[in-house]
T-cell receptor, first 113, second 113 residues
Framework: DAGVTQSPTHLIKTRGQQVTLRCSPKSGHDTVSWYQQALGQGPQFIFQYYEEEERQRGNFPDRFSGHQFPNYSSELNVNALLLGDSALYLC????????????FGPGTRLTVT | QKEVEQNSGPLSVPEGAIASLNCTYSDRGSQSFFWYRQYSGKSPELIMFIYSNGDKEDGRFTAQLNKASQYVSLLIRDSQPSDSATYLCAVNGFRNTGNQFYFGTGTSLTVIP
């Protein structure tokens, strides 16, 4: 049973550039949530996708956008990167009809220079 | 006031002892409660979840929930050096936000051999 996968593992970008991160959910899961985790902090909710639509959004600017595909995989896009966007980006998947346990992928470490 | 609060620690216990980790949350409407373990540089791993008042045991781990006091705890019996990690408390169901999780900043646990 494949768990949540994310790519790439690490990424270095320059301020002002754009980045796309990818996530494939755990088998049987239909909902994908994205989180940003800064060093020494807990994960902060960015947004959640279900049935190819953004269902909920946290307190992040619209530079952060996403997409969900028919196979439930998802992308997170960040435009006009700032130094403060450097963080671990986590994807978590869950099953809407279940009890909402979320399982995390290994994360993408983004460094903005 | 933070929505989920944890003592950041660090908490140190000797090998074989019981480690007690605590978490409080602000919204009485919260429905589901989760404990994640996060090793340095890795993504969070779900170790326990609880939905009803009382205790839930799984191996060496016991989660305790008291909704009246808005308090969740995690007990780790017979602590092992491999338990050394940051433990994140997560809560969902705030204000009808469904599947959105709110995380605490985590408690760092060190088990001393």
């Amino acid at each position: 049973d494949a768990g949540v996968t994310q790519s790439p593992t690490h990424l270095i970008k320059t301020r002002g550039q754009q980045v796309t991160l990818r996530c494939s959910p755990k088998s049987g899961h239909d909902t994908v949530s994205w989180y940003q985790q800064a060093l020494g902090q807990g994960p902060q909710f960015i947004f959640q996708y279900y049935e190819e639509e953004e269902r909920q959004r946290g307190n992040f600017p619209d530079r952060f956008s996403g997409h969900q595909f028919p196979n439930y995989s998802s992308e997170l896009n960040v435009n006009a990167l700032l130094l403060g966007d450097s963080a671990l980006y986590l994807c978590a998947s869950s099953w809407t009809q279940g009890l909402y346990e979320q399982y995390f992928g290994p994360g993408t470490r983004l460094t903005v220079t | 006031q933070k929505e989920v609060e944890q003592n950041s620690g660090p908490l140190s216990v000797p090998e074989g002892a019981i480690a007690s980790l605590n978490c409080t949350y602000s919204d009485r409407g919260s429905q589901s409660f989760f404990w994640y373990r996060q090793y340095s540089g890795k993504s969070p791993e779900l170790i326990m979840f609880i939905y009803s008042n009382g205790d839930k045991e799984d191996g060496r781990f016991t989660a305790q929930l008291n909704k009246a006091s808005q308090y969740v705890s995690l007990l780790i019996r017979d602590s092992q050096p491999s338990d050394s990690a940051t433990y994140l408390c997560a809560v969902n169901g705030f204000r009808n936000t469904g599947n959105q999780f709110y995380f605490g900043t985590g408690t760092s646990l060190t088990v001393i051999p």
